[in-house]
């Protein structure tokens, strides 16, 4: 089965620009795809400097449900947004001032891969942070959920003296040149090695097997086998998705949502992580109905357990939400979950402007049909 592979380079296109981050594609990109994913053959999706988060997204949330082995190779800067202090990969457009719209959030990354398994999923990462968010990092490290394997190094701003090179990427590709991918915990080392005497140790490095790195709130709590020697149920969702049977992956996640609600309650984030994977799953077999529902029962159980309507894991909840109820073609349908929708973006706006008015729009038009 192919691989995939996702090379995003990004940073601000102005001053704010912490690292020269599309400098290392050009070497990535003259890597072998099959030795950049560690498979036979592999499709390769390239991002230099992008300008919008949701085009990110569209193209992470691609890669993240192809069937196969998943490898993403990040380079670029961290910054936190003003209003919620989170940490978000800066994009080209992005200013101190507009982090919250401009960049991406790297929450989403850690959504985005929620339903993989740490098996055949990784992250090699290599990014530079400025003040407050090499504070954030350095106090908290950067969660990438329970769901990929991440290598890579944070290291903080260069400050006067100009940019910075993202040398472990470079470490990387230029070990991969070689035709060959050794384990990843080997070329991690391996790269270490190599830009040891320019980190001086000043870097915080990322070596994670399993993803199983500090967990920051609204992270998906780490639910992996229950007792030992028990298959990592996100794998074998995983693989019932892949194979076509949407109805035993729903089955399976019904499960662990009914021993979370026992065992947590049913407003707990072990509960809530497992109603967030069946919505997805619901998705993935086309039933957009059932999955914005999914997110809806979702976003009203974070904001009435005290969450409040700004906080990442909402917002994300109703988005989703919203993108699901676009895709739902029964009229009746479309009305019934519109109406809660319409509802819950009058709490939740959400960080693109004129959320609600498009649902009011689209409820209108709704209404008028026969």
Known sequence: M???????????????RLVDAAGVLPVLAAVAPAVLSGTDT??????????????????????????????????????????Q??????????????????ALPWHWIREELRLRSAVDTALVVDLHAEADAWQY?????????????????????????????????KAVATLLRSGQRPPLPVLHEQAMARIAQSSAGRDLVLALPGGSGPIPPFAPPPTGPGRPGEQ????????????????????????????????????SDEALHWVEVRADLAMFAGDAGRSCRAWLTVAGLRLAAGQPADSAAVEAAVDRAHHQWGQVEDP?????????????????????SGALDHVKKQLRQLQAAP
């Open 42 to 83: 592999a499709n390769v999706v390239e991002l230099a400097d992008p300008l919008e988060p949701q085009a990110v997204l569209t193209r992470l949330r691609a890669a993240a449900a192809a069937p196969g082995p998943l490898t993403v190779y990040i380079t670029g800067q961290l910054q936190l947004d003003r209003k």
């Open 332 to 352: 009746v349908l479309a009305r019934e979950l519109g109406s809660t929708l319409a509802e819950l973006r009058l709490r939740v706006p959400g960080r693109r």
């Open 137 to 169: 990092v350095a106090g908290r490290g950067l969660d990438c959920g329970p769901n990929a394997a991440v290598y890579g190094r944070i290291a903080p701003g260069a400050g006067r003296r100009g940019l910075a090179e993202p040398l472990y990427m």
């Open 2 to 16: 192919p691989g995939t592979v996702l090379l995003l380079a990004a940073a601000p296109l102005g001053r704010g």
């Open 232 to 267: 990592d149920p996100h794998a074998a969702i995983s693989a019932a998705v892949q194979s076509g049977r949407h109805g035993d992956a729903d089955a399976l996640a019904a499960r662990y949502e009914q021993l979370a609600a026992r065992a947590h309650g049913p407003a």
């Open 85 to 102: 202090h989170l940490p978000h990969l800066a994009l080209a457009r992005t200013t101190a001032p507009t982090v919250r719209y401009t």
